[in-house]
């Protein structure tokens, strides 16, 4: 697969999250690969967002996406720009989500870095306002 190739796919799987706020878990999961490291930068610091746990396996992938779906509402989920150096993808925008238990809504700035291989992604790391995610799901 190409850069391009790559790019066009995960645009849709942004897309898509945000159109259907957060109900497209199975895009994601046809774009990731089996033995994906997926890094949160919260990384389970606080357990008031355990779900956020390093990631080595696409069955673990499902666990995080579990996770936050019942913990969190999407309110939108905006990507600005894109960032391609070959099989690497950063994309930057922002996300909100309202915590189903506390009512509380955080709003953030949003990077993801994702490195693709044969078209899978087989690194995504994701960093946002952890201290904000935190206070968030505490209150």
Request: proline share 2%; hydrophobic share 35%; glycine share 6%.
């Amino acid at each position: 697969m190409t850069s391009d190739d790559n790019l066009n796919a995960l645009k849709r799987c942004y897309e898509l999250w945000n159109e259907t706020k957060g109900e497209s878990v199975d895009a994601w999961l046809n774009l990731f690969d089996e033995t994906v490291d997926f890094r949160s930068l919260a990384m389970a610091r606080d357990p008031s967002v355990d779900f956020t746990k390093p990631c080595c396996s696409k069955t673990e992938v499902i666990q995080y996406l579990s996770g936050l779906k019942a913990d969190w509402s999407m309110e939108h989920y905006t990507i600005d720009e894109y960032v391609v150096d070959g099989d690497r993808i950063c994309a930057y925008g922002s996300t909100a989500w309202t915590n189903r238990n506390t009512g509380t809504l955080l709003d953030t700035p949003k990077l993801d870095f994702v490195k693709f291989k044969d078209g899978k992604i087989v690194f995504f790391y994701e960093f946002y306002d952890t201290a904000g995610l935190i206070s968030a799901a505490r209150a």
